[in-house]
């Protein structure tokens, strides 16, 4: 039996970022978003740098290293540029995605079966600056064993597919979700998950032992609108324990 572990928030402000920049200015303020949910329950703050700085910006990676005391992970493409970034601002993590420009959001995970040899000196690099790396992949079995081959201690599996599924198609993404993380496990790597998930789709997600971290942001953003960030952080976060406590047969609160 896998023993009991605690499952952490990651709260992504990116979109707090992206509705400051639809008018310019500074409001509302993403660092501030981040202080709000810190209070609310987070455990960490996830923001992705884009190349086209198309909501978070250098100067609000800056503001969060220096004013935001819990881990910052930095979401960044494996390219040279982002590399300096993180470098300069040394973050707890970094998790790599894929980029392409077009793109609304992140579109599945990274071809880490495909990248071996351009990647892990790439995941070399960040933790010699003391980077935990982790990478972005869709729950497949050969992207976890490639991730694991290349030297990276962490994956974070895609929810996507299985948020946008329902029925007996969302019960295989979420198998396919539960065999990747115990594979991880296995192999002896940390496992996180994330993209997608809401109040209707976090629980099933969070009741997976081998998970210890989950990274949400779009859906939380976008319920503050409703009943204020603190409310949705502090929902979600209730949500989360409670699926975890019951999978290990414990009572609610």
Do not use: W
């Not at 040394?90 to 599945?108: D, I």
């Not at 040899?117 to 790439?122: D, V, Y």
């Amino acid at each position: 039996m896998i023993e009991k572990r605690p499952l952490r928030l990651g709260v992504n402000i990116d979109h707090v970022a992206t509705i400051r920049n639809a008018r310019g200015g500074g409001h509302p303020d993403p660092v501030r978003a981040a202080k709000l949910a810190v209070v609310a329950g987070a455990d960490g703050i996830t923001a992705h740098l884009r190349e086209d700085r198309r909501h978070i910006s250098d100067d609000d990676i800056t503001r969060l290293v220096s004013e935001i005391d819990l881990p910052l992970n930095l979401e960044m493409a494996a390219t040279e540029a982002m590399l300096a970034v993180a470098i300069q601002h040394r973050p707890h993590a970094a998790c790599l995605v894929p980029e392409r420009r077009q793109e609304l959001t992140t579109e599945g995970g990274l071809d880490v079966a495909g990248a071996e040899e351009r990647l892990a000196p790439f995941i070399a690099q960040l933790a010699s600056a003391g980077i935990r790396v982790s990478l972005f992949v869709d729950p497949k079995e050969k992207q976890v064993r490639a991730a694991h081959a290349v030297g990276a201690p962490i994956v974070e599996l895609h929810t996507g597919a299985y948020c946008d599924a329902a029925g007996a198609m969302r019960r295989r993404e979420l198998d396919r979700i539960r065999r990747a993380a115990a594979l991880a496990d296995e192999l002896g790597l940390e496992c996180h998950a994330g993209h997608g998930l809401s109040f209707d789709t976090v629980g099933a997600i969070a009741a997976i032992p081998n998970i210890i971290e989950l990274n949400i942001g779009h859906f939380l953003v976008g319920e503050a609108i409703f009943g204020g960030l603190d409310s949705a952080v502090r929902r979600m976060r209730a949500m989360m324990d409670q699926a975890r406590s019951e999978a290990y047969g414990e009572k609610s609160a």
